[in-house]
């Protein structure tokens, strides 16, 4: 009889070792489940939404779109930015009841899927009202009581406190229906934890960067004495300029208000040690910023827990990693991942480092060049139509300069009558191309390739009148297709037509 086995235990790594992306980027495959602790009073004096009372599970209430906005109504963005937000905003009820199509649909068109966290799944969504692109995240929990979609509209107050605020978020604008929170805000092109997913090494230089945005981020929320509690490579997204702005404020707090009870721990590999006892203070936003970082340029797993997770917070580096990168930057994360939190220098400190002072001034000079280059990028199409009107121009300029030079000379039905034949030269009939039956003597001139009618022959008395036909803005290159259009509308390749306006 064979003896059963019994479950081998799990191996534990020994080792810190790099990040493994086992062939697509799962994100939450690293994320430990959040545990939220306690919940605080929400204070909902300032909400401004039509309808705040009623239970938020009330079937029929819970089937309108109500507006959330902290904001003043003049502070509103969206105030008539589209009959459908307009109706949310102003009067917070959009009516979905008698038609089964959502807000959410009835506004915008769904794209792709861009991410999801704990809390909510983010869609690339295109706005019907202007066309635009934008990122929406919808909760994915439906709100089981006042307490809980309490906690996640104090997230939309977040969002629009930093919004426009330098290296965070833009924020357009949310709304609650069928028990779930929307919120609509600017379409980023990735997360910081799908850059390293892509490019893997990362170069010193970038990193630095990024470390000056996103201590610029945290300014901005320090300076209001508040604390992110999620810094993270998850959180953190990059815009089309590549610059990076912090995201997901869903577990800010007050540092001034805090205490224990309403404080959420965060992602426990960027967690910093004191957090366990229940400190919250801004120097743990440094440690996580400061691991974040390590974890940007060694490329390296954080551990979620265990002793590689306790090491790394007694201030013991893995040397095999952090060789990789230069003193410099190294001497920096160390100081961020400092166990002690009060030896941790503030987001004000680290940004009056040498180098990174160094950055801002280069970056201010390279300002305008920026303007400059973005301003060219914009106007690159219309520059270039208006230079479809400028060869039209020049061309109008040569006829003149032949003009002057007598070189050409142009036959208006004035002239025949002059000369007192403009009779006979009105009946007679058309002779050689070349040989004008006026007596004028005909110049020809061979215009290849780069005269608006593409490469054929032509002659230059055919673009005086051939020219106010052309769509010039489309001759830009030649194609079979342009000239079958020209031939049409300008058939220039018969004699019969030269002559016939050489009569005129
Ligand atoms: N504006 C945006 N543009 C592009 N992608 C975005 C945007 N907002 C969020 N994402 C993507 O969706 C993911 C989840 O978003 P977010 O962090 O806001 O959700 P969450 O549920 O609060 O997450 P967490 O588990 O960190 O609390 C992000 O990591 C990012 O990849
Ligand atoms: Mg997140």
Sequence with gaps: MDKQRLPLPEMRDDKHRHKQFNGHLD????????????????????????????SCSAANNSQVAHAISFRSDSECPDAGISSASTNVTNNATTTSMFCNESHFEQCFERLAKLGEGSFGEVFQVRDRADSRQ???????????????????????????EFSGQENCIRFIRAWEQYDRLFMQMELCRESLEQYLYRCRQIPEERIWHILLDLLRGLKSLHDRNLIHLDIKLDNVLIDDDDICKLADFGLVIDVDKANNHQATEGDSRYMA?????GQFSKAADIFSLG??????????????NGPLWHELRQGKLPEEFIKTISVELQQVIKMMMSPDPQLRPTADQL???????????????????????KCFRRTRRSVWLKMCNLKEAAYRYLIYILEILHLYKPLEASQPTELGHNAAASTAPPSSPSTSTLGVPR????????????????????????????????????SACGRENLVNSTPL?????????LRR
Aim: hydrophobic share 30%; aromatic share 8%.
């Design 443 to 478: 110049v020809e001139f061979q215009l290849v390739g780069s005269t608006p009618i593409g490469n054929r022959d032509c002659y230059v008395s055919d673009f005086l009148s051939a020219i106010d036909n052309l769509d010039l803005s489309q001759q830009s290159t030649p």
């Design 134 to 160: 934008y990122a929406v995240k919808i909760s994915k929990q439906l709100f089981r009581g006042e307490q809980y979609r309490s906690e996640r509209l104090e997230e939309v107050r977040r969002y629009e």
């Design 493 to 501: 390749n018969h004699n019969h037509h030269i002559s016939s306006r």
């Design 273 to 277: 040690p004191e957090i366990l006892q």
């Design 27 to 54: 994100s939450n495959r690293f994320r430990p489940p959040k545990y939220k602790t306690r919940f605080t009073a929400f204070n909902n004096n300032n909400l401004n939404r039509s309808q705040s009372s009623g």
């Design 351 to 373: 940004l009056a480092h040498p180098k990174l002072q160094r950055m801002r001034k280069e970056e201010k000079s390279m300002v305008t060049l920026k303007l400059l280059s």
């Design 291 to 304: 691991i974040a970082m390590l974890e940007l340029a060694c490329y390296m797993d954080l551990p979620s």
